[in-house]
Every structure is written in C-alpha cells, then in structure tokens.
C-alpha cells in the first residue's frame, strides 16, 4: 500500500495524475490510452477516474460482475471520497491493462500460518517472494478470492481523494481563495461568497494541478461507506439490456458448438462428419486440441447454435482413451484414502508442540475418516466466448475472471502480439472460480481463426459443461485427537490428501510461474493449518497427489471441504468431553476474541439451547476464510428421510461493511451454494468419463427446498474481509452437526445421506 500510495503522486501522462502507469515499462503504458481514449471535454485525473463535461465520473473497473455487487461496491467507495452521488458514477470495463493487478489469487496459494510465520522452510520463504514478485510485475487482474473490496479499499479511495484535492486547488488557484473555505456536495465545488462549478468545469484545470497532501475521511463522515444501498445492475438485469456473454450480437456472426471427448484426458481418432456437414446451416468442422488444460475434441460451425449443436451431435468419431489409462473416481477415493493413513507425512503446514508425545500419554485417542468429492460449478450460464479474427487482430468479447490471462491464451493460440487482442469482458452468469480458467477462450480464437474474418459465438453445452469442468478436488482427511484422564483434549493432528489447485492453474494460464516442482499449495490446507482452537498440540499436514483428474478453483476452494473436516470433528471432540459444541468451543478460544464474539453472537440469535419443534434441531460450526469469520447455525429436520433445512442463522466479521444488504445477499448466496453441495453435489468418474450430465443428476437446490437465511453483522474498523466465499464453508458441518444431534448418526462423508 505504501508503494500504491506514492504513485498517486506520481506525474503521469500530460501531466495527469496516473496510478500504477509510471513505473511500468513503456510496452505497458499503451493502456493509459486503450483505456483512457482522448475525448473532447473528458478529462483523466489518474489512472482510475475520468471527470466528463457535465460533472459525471467514470471510474475505471478492473474486477467482473459476477454477481457479488463489486459493480456497485467499488463506486461507493469512489462517491464516498470524492463527494459525489452514486447516481453520478459510471464504469467503464479495464479490460486486461496490468495497471490494474491483483495478485491476491496467486499469493493466496503460498503457504504460511499466522502465528508462526518464521516456522516455515527457507525454500518456502524464497518460494513465496519469487512469486510474488513475478506476480506484481506480470500486474495479474484477476477477480477472485473474495478479493475485490479488499484489494481496493486503501487505493481506490485514495484516487479518488486525490482527484477531490486536485479538483478544490483547481477551484481555489482559479478564484483565488484558500483551499480550507471550499467545500464540495454531490460533485459541486462552492465558496461561501457565491462562487461555485461542478467537477466537469474544474477537471481540465485539476488535471494540471498538484493534489498537495491527501487524508481520507474519518468514518464519522461517511455518508455512503455503510449504507444498504441497491445494486446498479439490477435495473439493468431486470429490463434485459444487461450484456451477458451469450447476449453479444454482432454483423455476419455465426455460432460454434463444441463436442469433446467423454473421457477426461482423451482424444478423437477417426472423425467422419460428411452427414454432420450436409444438415442445414452447418459450415464446418474444427478440430481441438486440448488448450489450456481440457480434453480435446472439435467445434462444429452453423448459422445458429441449435444447427451447429445437432450438426456436433451427429459426426461419427471414435474416442480414445487417454494414454495413462481411464480415471476412475473411486479408486482414487481409496487411494486418498491410504494416502492419509499411510506413514508418509507429506507437507507439514503447521506444527506446535509435540503430538506423538501427547498421543503416547492419552487416556484415549479419537480417530476419524472424512470425505469430500469432486464438484462441478455448474455455473447458470455454461462456459461461452465471442471472437473475431481478422487483419492480423483478435477481439474477444467473453465472460472472465481473468481477462489479461484470456488475452495472453488468444495471441498465443492466433499467433498474434498481446497488444493485437482487444478483450471487452461482458457480466457473467456465474463464475465461483470457473471462469478463472481460459480454455473456452482459446477454443473460441482457434474457431474464429477458420471463419474468414467474421466473428463466431462458441457456447458449451450444459453436458459438455458438466463434464469438462475444472473439478473441486476430491480430498480425504484423517483426523486424530488425544485426550487426558481428565477428559481434555491434549492434541490435534489432521493429514489430508487431494490434488493441490494452484499449480495446475498456473501451469495452464501463467507457465511462468510454474516450475518443474510443485511448491506446497496453501489452498489444500488451508483451513485446517490455521485453527483458531488453543489445541497444545498440533499438526496439520496434506499429501499433495496428482491424480489426473482436471482440478480447478471452486468458490472458498479448500476452506469448503476443510471446514467440514475440522468442524465436524469438533462435534466429536465436544461429544467425548461431555460439552455442550457451543460450549466446548468457547473454553477454546479464550485467546480468540473476534472469533469468540462471532460464535457468541450466532449462538444468540439462534437461539441456541432453546426449544425447537419436534423432529428439528441444531448444529453449528465456526470457520474463518478470506479474512472473514463465519459462525452458521443451521435448524434441520428430516423429511421422507432426507436431510430439510429450515432456517440457517449466520453471524460474520468481514471488517468494515461497504454495504449490508449487498453482504447480506451474499451470505444468502452462499448458503444456497453450499446446501446444493452439501446435499447433492458429487461428481463421479467411471471408465475416464464423468456420469453426472444434467442437471437431473447434478440437481441444484430448489427454491422450495431453500430455507431461511439471517445475516446479523459484528460491527468493526477493520478493513474489509471477504464477502462472496466466507459463507460457503460452515454450511455443510453446520448441517452435518444437526444431523447428528436430531439422528445420533455421524455422517463423514459428502453428499450428506442419512
């Protein structure tokens, strides 16, 4: 933060104030004017926000609306700082320009633990800086990790203070007046004797004009930070004129549908697509390789989707197997299995006194195996991509979380230089860390690249999408406790086993960033190596495997399956001492106040201990991600013998609230999400080829089935959590822990089946 806050003072183009651009290599600075375009009466006050004529703002977006209200939480902040009305803000998309970076998702996977940071090995240290180096200088512009308000809450607010004091010296050097008998209300700048101009008339004169020193308001003073105020996609969203990706129309377009092989990892052999080629509307065949990490297959061309989709279907093509043999899910479930049983330690993340000590000395010793499978995302709107390839350039038009890696995959399958790829990314109908990944982008430029210059559409099937997903990894977990002759748990030890994420992904969209040997990925344990529980003795390892089976980043990644490892099995412990789960966790975390204060807080309004209708009760569970802390308490019964809902009870600390209801629906969202994981959600591979298809057999919840959800918020001058994935991991083991006080069944594995 402290570098971000000295480029703000930093002269930039024409003397405008430029975040991020000065420091960059000058290949890099053609996006001050890809993104900032001269335009007569606009004017750039820096590298985030433009003043337009009549006074309005344009504020530069770097992050993809997906759903998560970042289009509306980024701009309050702005109006906030800048004393304008919400109304008044515009955004313009950044596209993939590197000023914009966000490296959270990349140090995210970097392993340490809080508390004892000096612990780590010194191959990790230099690991973790190597990274993160690299990372700032590639300037990744990701939206992800629950990141977005964080990653701007400091620099987006001092932009637009500095533009507020750039904008009242202007006023002040043209009238001629001190800067301290200004004052500015809904982008007005007015003086006592009368004089006055709206941000539109004082922007050119601003741009020229240092800000001299910026200071943020005083949370006593916001007016906006805070507040429920509406999304400002909704209207649009609602009326239809909002962009999604499947919404771009363009002159002379055509449609693509792809078909790739059932089995992961495969390949076609012999295609025979002469009658596919005669039905109507049908252009062509094109074949796939295996872009970015997906199986390969081919894309057929129409002059609509349905044309091109029947056309897909009905080409003859004999599949191959993939070389290393067929995949096959529960075979790697037992295999996990053995993994965390075996006596092979695999990657310590976390250790604190000695449990082998403590386990030799116990009174008893608790043990239990967990499970979790793979998941799809099963985003509403499939996987889709728009390109156009012609006189040497490429554009893009596609729903991303990573639109400078899109645009790296494009040039490098088109052949052409980054700088001859435009991408404009569109709102997306659902990511969850799917859209993190960019094969559907190189499929769609590989089409283009046989379509003579027109642009082409290629949309997934709902199938195709299911079943060439970049999985939630299937991971196993072996928890082992040891308690006293007193009844008091002396030792924690958890091992976990399942494919790491992180260098995947980098090996399929930054290969810069990944090398011949894995690095430990903090998000197979994450979750589990930083318990807040004042356990004596701990250990928390994972054995990293590599089992073939696509993997990508799923919303909360390991905290979703983690937290129900560890949160269930605290249940257990709560069981053997004889507690009360609410109680037991209290005498665990005396030296944890914020998350005490969130557990305690859950538990009251819940309303825990107290009566509930016969054939109902309780579980909770307490889980922090994403900076944030969760405690969830759900209320479950059973009807014709599966697992009902009925009313889950949350409390969070996220720091700072930008904006209530917008968290508050996210908390919804959440619970929704998980409760479909948690009840139906599997994914099962037999013979390389994934079962499940549809949504028939990979159901999501229903509004009939959703229970009531209330959000209650701890008031804090922390800076801003994690919104969007925090809510995800305490629903399962919540459920699970009801389940277990309503049936006196202890159910380890996911789906939850009673």
């Not at 080629?277 to 074949?287: I, T």
């Not at 769609?444 to 299911?466: F, H, K, N, Y």
């Not at 040891?482 to 086993?497: E, P």
Request: hydrophobic share 45%.
């Amino acid at each position: 933060m402290k570098r971000r806050t000295w480029l703000l003072s930093a002269a930039g183009l024409t003397g405008a104030l430029v975040i991020g651009w000065g420091v960059l290599p000058p290949r890099s600075r053609t996006g001050a004017a890809r993104l900032w375009p001269p335009v007569d009466g606009e004017v750039a006050l820096n590298g985030w926000l433009k003043i337009l004529p009549d006074g309005s703002v344009v504020l530069a977006m770097p992050r993809s609306e997906m759903g998560q209200g970042v289009h509306t939480a980024l701009p309050m902040l702005v109006a906030e700082e800048l004393d304008v009305a919400l109304s008044r803000i515009r955004i313009q998309q950044a596209g993939a320009d590197k000023i914009f970076g966000n490296v959270s998702l990349l140090t995210a996977s970097l392993p340490f633990h809080p508390h004892e940071i000096e612990a780590r090995p010194t191959k990790v240290k230099v690991g973790e800086w190597v990274v993160s180096k690299v990372a700032r200088e590639l300037g990744i512009n990701a939206t992800g990790g629950s990141t977005s308000v964080a990653d701007a809450w400091t620099v987006l607010r001092l932009a637009a203070a500095t533009a507020r004091a750039s904008l009242l010296g202007a006023a002040s050097l043209q009238w001629r007046l001190p800067m301290a008998e200004l004052t500015v209300a809904d982008g007005v700048v007015s003086h006592p004797s009368g004089k006055s101009a709206h941000y539109g008339e004082l922007a050119k004169f601003a741009a020229a004009t240092p800000s001299g020193a910026v200071t943020l308001k005083d949370r006593k003073d916001w007016k906006v930070i805070g507040q429920s105020v509406p999304r400002t996609d909704i209207p649009a969203k609602v009326d239809g004129t909002a962009q999604f990706g499947l919404d771009v129309r363009l002159p002379g377009m055509v449609y693509a549908a792809i078909r790739l092989c059932p089995m992961l990892g495969g390949s076609p052999g012999a295609i025979n697509a002469n009658a596919a080629l005669a039905m109507p509307g049908v252009e062509r065949l094109v074949r796939l390789q295996g872009f970015a990490g997906t199986t390969a297959g081919f894309a057929v061309v129409g002059k609509s989707w349905w044309q091109a989709q029947q056309a897909a279907q009905a080409v003859q093509v004999e599949w191959q197997q993939r070389p290393a043999g067929p995949l096959d899910s529960r075979q790697i479930e037992q295999e996990l299995e053995a993994a965390v049983k075996s006596k092979e330690g695999g990657f310590t993340f976390y250790e604190t006194g000695d449990t082998g000590q403590a386990e030799a000395g116990a009174a008893r010793k608790i043990e239990a195996v967990y499970h979790a499978p793979y998941l799809a995302h099963a985003t509403m709107e499939p996987m889709n991509c728009t390109a156009q390839v012609k006189d040497g350039k490429v554009s893009i038009w596609a729903p991303t979380q990573v639109p400078q890696m899109g645009a790296a995959i494009a040039a490098r399958v088109a052949g052409v230089d980054i700088d001859d790829v435009d991408l404009t990314v569109t709102l997306l109908g659902g990511g969850f860390g799917r859209r993190l990944e960019v094969d559907y982008i190189a499929q769609a430029v590989r089409v283009a690249m046989d379509c003579g210059g027109r642009p082409v559409q290629l949309i997934w099937s709902r199938e195709e999408d299911t079943t060439h997903d970049f999985y939630r990894p299937m991971h196993v977990a072996l928890l082992r406790a040891a308690v006293d002759a007193h009844g008091q748990v002396t030792s924690l030890r958890i091992k976990s086993a399942g494919d790491a994420i992180s260098p995947r992904w980098m090996e399929r969209g930054i290969p810069l960033l990944a090398g011949p040997i894995d690095m430990p990925d903090k998000t197979t344990a994450e979750g589990l190596f930083d318990l807040p529980y004042s356990f004596a003795n701990q250990q928390m390892s994972h054995v990293a495997t590599r089992k073939g089976v696509p993997v990508g980043f799923w919303r909360s990644v390991g905290h979703s399956h983690n937290a129900f490892f560890s949160e269930c099995f605290m249940d257990e412990l709560a069981l053997e001492a004889k507690q009360d789960p609410v109680a037991f966790r209290r005498q665990l975390l005396k030296d944890a106040p914020r998350y005490m204060a969130v557990l305690n807080l859950a538990a009251s309004k819940a309303s825990w201990g107290g009566l509930l209708p016969v054939g109902q009760a309780r579980g909770i569970a307490l889980h922090e991600s994403f900076g944030s802390i969760v405690a969830q308490v759900a209320e479950v019964s059973l009807v014709n013998g599966k697992p009902r809902v009925h009313r889950v009870v949350c409390a969070m600390d996220c720091g700072t609230v930008v904006n209530p209801g917008v968290v508050a629906q996210q908390m919804e969202s959440s619970v929704v999400f998980a409760l479909t994981a948690a009840l139906h959600g599997q994914v099962d591979i037999v013979d390389g080829a994934v079962q499940q298809k549809n949504f028939p057999n990979y159901p999501m919840l229903q509004m009939a089935q959703a229970p009531v959800v209330q959000t209650h918020l701890i008031v804090s001058t922390r800076p801003p959590g994690g919104v969007g994935e925090p809510g995800v991991p305490p629903l399962a083991p919540a459920v699970a822990n009801a389940l277990f006080a309503l049936t006196g069944k202890r159910v380890r594995k996911l789906p939850l089946q009673v």
